[in-house]
């Protein structure tokens, strides 16, 4: 009789089991995070959202002499132009204790960097970006899933291709790291190209005052980069309602921080532009565009210098980045970092 029972016991188990067999499977590689030292994975966007939301809102333990990591992510249309200067950058501080990179770039372009390179086997599996549309937001939150997924990383940077350090990296992850605040910048626009992008289709989970715009290029600590890849309550309605001229990298992460966190942001950014010859892109730098007394006056070591507010104090170091640099601006650049820069 025990026997019978035994046999009718697994058979029953069996039937129960066999249909959900792939559903099994399906929840186990929802469960399996893609390894922190590479992010060479299949998983969907989905799976990689939910992965980097479940990680620690603050850093782990770590050893007193190991410091929190930067993670640099740079979102690019194709390899990382300014590469050698970024590696002069790297290399420069002895050691990647102090940051991780993260490269978005065209899907099927493959970046090709020796092993001794900072950017080697550091590209995240990639979807097709166009100017002014969400899906260039899609690609920030796929970099800022992969970067989460490394529990040494506290702050996280976005960079384009044509970005350049204006400090080492030594000034800029103590900036950053010892930084009260997230730089994400904020501010109420009332004209056609701020509040006239609002539509109602926001209503009510965003409404008119609460509209935000700000720069793209964003820095922000662990707590709220969770945040923002978990969000699923303001990203929706942005995806839906923010059509151009809506752009949501324009609008979103200003708009939402602005509701949830308003006291963890600086309201500003540590990426200077040049918006002085108007338009709706920033001037571009070339290679005749680059000088000592150019790089010295970024740098803020002439002329006359930025202003704004660091962990409450007044302070004229404000930009640890600056773009658009040109393709041709890099062997300038190279001749210069050293004396002007620092690395």
């Given at each position: 009789?025990?026997?019978?029972?035994?046999?009718?016991?697994?058979?029953?188990?069996?039937?129960?089991?066999?249909?959900?067999?792939?559903?099994?499977?399906?929840?186990?590689?929802?469960?399996a995070?893609?390894?922190?030292?590479?992010?060479?994975?299949?998983?969907?966007?989905?799976?990689?959202?939910?992965?980097?939301?479940?990680?620690?809102?603050?850093?782990?333990?770590?050893?007193?002499?190991?410091?929190?990591?930067?993670?640099?992510?740079?979102?690019?249309?194709?390899?990382?132009?300014?590469a050698?200067?970024?590696?002069?950058?790297f290399?420069?501080?002895?050691g990647?204790?102090?940051?991780?990179?993260?490269?978005?770039?065209?899907?099927?372009?493959?970046?090709?960097?020796?092993?001794?390179?900072?950017?080697?086997?550091?590209?995240?599996?990639?979807?097709?970006t166009?100017?002014?549309?969400?899906?260039?937001?899609?690609?920030?939150?796929?970099?800022?899933?992969?970067?989460?997924?490394?529990l040494?990383n506290?702050?996280?940077?976005?960079?384009?291709?044509?970005?350049?350090?204006?400090?080492?990296?030594?000034?800029?992850?103590?900036?950053?790291?010892?930084?009260h605040?997230?730089?994400?910048?904020?501010?109420?626009?009332?004209?056609?190209?701020?509040?006239g992008?609002?539509?109602?289709?926001?209503?009510?989970?965003?409404?008119?005052?609460?509209?935000?715009?700000?720069?793209?290029?964003?820095?922000?600590?662990?707590?709220?980069?969770?945040?923002?890849?978990?969000?699923?309550?303001y990203?929706?309605?942005?995806?839906?309602?923010?059509?151009?001229?809506?752009?949501?990298?324009?609008?979103?992460?200003?708009?939402?921080?602005?509701?949830?966190?308003?006291?963890?942001?600086?309201?500003?950014?540590?990426?200077?532009?040049?918006?002085?010859?108007?338009?709706?892109?920033?001037?571009?730098?070339?290679?005749?565009?680059v000088?000592?007394?150019?790089?010295?006056?970024?740098?803020?070591?002439k002329?006359?210098?930025?202003?704004?507010?660091?962990?409450?104090?007044?302070?004229?170091?404000?930009?640890?980045?600056?773009?658009?640099?040109?393709?041709?601006?890099?062997?300038?650049?190279?001749?210069?970092?050293?004396?002007?820069?620092?690395?």
């Amino acid at each position: 009789m025990a026997a019978t029972t035994t046999t009718h016991a697994a058979s029953l188990s069996f039937l129960l089991a066999a249909p959900c067999a792939e559903e099994v499977k399906e929840v186990e590689r929802w469960w399996a995070r893609p390894a922190a030292r590479s992010t060479w994975h299949n998983i969907s966007d989905d799976e990689l959202l939910w992965a980097a939301s479940f990680e620690p809102r603050r850093p782990g333990p770590r050893r007193p002499s190991a410091p929190g990591k930067v993670a640099f992510m740079f979102l690019t249309r194709g390899p990382p132009r300014l590469a050698p200067l970024w590696e002069r950058f790297f290399n420069g501080s002895g050691g990647t204790e102090l940051f991780s990179v993260y490269v978005h770039t065209t899907p099927g372009y493959c970046l090709d960097f020796p092993p001794s390179s900072p950017f080697h086997r550091w590209q995240v599996p990639s979807k097709a970006t166009r100017w002014g549309e969400v899906s260039v937001v899609d690609a920030e939150l796929r970099l800022l899933a992969n970067a989460l997924l490394d529990l040494a990383n506290e702050r996280f940077v976005l960079l384009s291709e044509s970005c350049i350090p204006l400090h080492p990296l030594p000034a800029v992850h103590a900036y950053l790291t010892r930084s009260h605040h997230s730089f994400v910048q904020a501010f109420d626009d009332p004209s056609r190209l701020g509040r006239g992008r609002y539509r109602i289709g926001f209503a009510p989970v965003v409404s008119l005052p609460q509209w935000r715009k700000g720069a793209q290029w964003f820095e922000m600590d662990r707590r709220l980069a969770v945040f923002v890849v978990a969000d699923v309550q303001y990203y929706p309605r942005f995806r839906e309602a923010c059509l151009p001229p809506c752009y949501v990298d324009e609008h979103y992460l200003p708009t939402v921080l602005t509701i949830v966190a308003p006291g963890e942001i600086a309201n500003r950014s540590v990426t200077w532009v040049d918006w002085s010859r108007g338009g709706s892109h920033p001037a571009s730098f070339g290679a005749g565009d680059v000088g000592e007394e150019f790089l010295e006056r970024l740098a803020g070591k002439k002329g006359e210098k930025e202003r704004c507010i660091y962990n409450g104090q007044p302070t004229n170091l404000c930009s640890l980045f600056a773009r658009k640099f040109a393709p041709s601006a890099l062997q300038p650049l190279l001749d210069l970092s050293t004396k002007i820069l620092g690395y």
